[in-house]
């Protein structure tokens, strides 16, 4: 958004003024919302018909990094989008007035009938007054060609279609638990020193979140999340007898990957290792996140 807002700047014949807070540098919460939590935040049966910036300014924040408010929508198809909002004008040429626009900080459709799996993701999509956006693609498209949501020359959303609107009214995911083990309270390497969020680099090329849990059996149960495309996978294995050891599956749409991952003695914070992924051999290194 800063690079967005810094292009602008430098046009000499605009001018765009913010009426809520960018979410640059936003933490991970907004991606940490998934399908189900969307669902559950959406079961107000009274959609919003219309949305105003001073409307979306009164709904909680996601987070203290968060401040821009975040939207709900049921698209035409029936899939499920999130996105965070920002008002604005723009000055334009031959026109006196400055010109109403919405910027779409961030927004992840997903699919209803594939859990985890996205059909569209972007940023910084500037919807100007008079057009209109669909969540299913991810474009803005011309009014009456399926789009989910108008953006009006009074500066309101409105849903089209059978399309439905909501707000996330501040974060759906439980508050962390003070006193929670974590893995520093002990000597040496514990089966569940490997649970957590995981900030994961595959040879440099793939990018994600892995969510770990780890039972008493050692059977690790968790998700994988593609920075790329934000859909969300499950993943699966063991730790092995030996403590600092595990051995990982993840099941992706058109392949799987194999993952052979090692938790470091020192401060257990990082793991590296293997990714077995089309048979090709490829190294990994993942960074816990608080």
């Not at 991606?31 to 107000?44: E, P, V, W």
């Not at 203290?64 to 008002?87: E, F, Q, Y």
């Not at 974060?171 to 974590?182: F, W």
Request: with cysteine.
């Amino acid at each position: 958004m800063d690079r967005l807002t810094s292009c602008l700047r430098t046009t000499a014949s605009c001018c765009l003024i913010f009426f809520v807070a960018n979410a640059a540098g936003a933490s991970d919460l907004f991606d940490r919302h998934t399908l189900a939590d969307l669902k559950a935040a959406a079961k107000d049966p009274n959609s919003l018909s219309e949305i105003t910036a001073a409307t979306a300014a009164k709904w909680k924040p996601l987070s203290a990094r968060i401040s821009a408010p975040c939207l709900i929508v049921r698209t035409n198809d029936g899939h499920w989008s999130k996105a965070l909002l920002a008002w604005g004008q723009r000055k334009l040429k031959g026109r006196e007035q400055p010109h109403p626009v919405l910027v779409l900080e961030r927004f992840v459709t997903y699919r209803s009938d594939r859990e985890g799996q996205t059909t569209a993701t972007g940023k910084d999509v500037m919807l100007f007054a008079g057009h209109s956006f669909s969540f299913d693609i991810g474009q803005v498209v011309p009014t009456g060609s399926g789009a989910d949501i108008e953006f009006t020359e009074a500066g309101l959303i409105k849903p089209l279609g059978e399309a439905k609107l909501f707000a996330l009214n501040g974060s759906q995911l439980a508050a962390a638990d003070a006193n929670k083990p974590t893995p520093n309270d002990h000597e040496g390497i514990l089966p569940r020193d490997f649970a957590g969020t995981w900030k994961v680099s595959i040879d440099g090329r793939w990018t994600g979140t892995w969510e770990i849990g780890v039972d008493e059996q050692r059977t690790v149960l968790g998700k994988f999340t593609s920075d790329d495309t934000q859909s969300r996978y499950e993943l699966y294995g063991k730790v092995s007898n030996i403590p600092h050891q595990a051995k990982l599956e993840i099941d992706l749409a058109n392949t799987n990957m194999s993952i052979e991952a090692f938790l470091f003695n020192s401060d257990k914070s990082t793991m590296s290792g293997t990714v077995v992924m089309a048979n090709r051999k490829l190294g990994f290194v993942a960074k816990r996140q608080e």
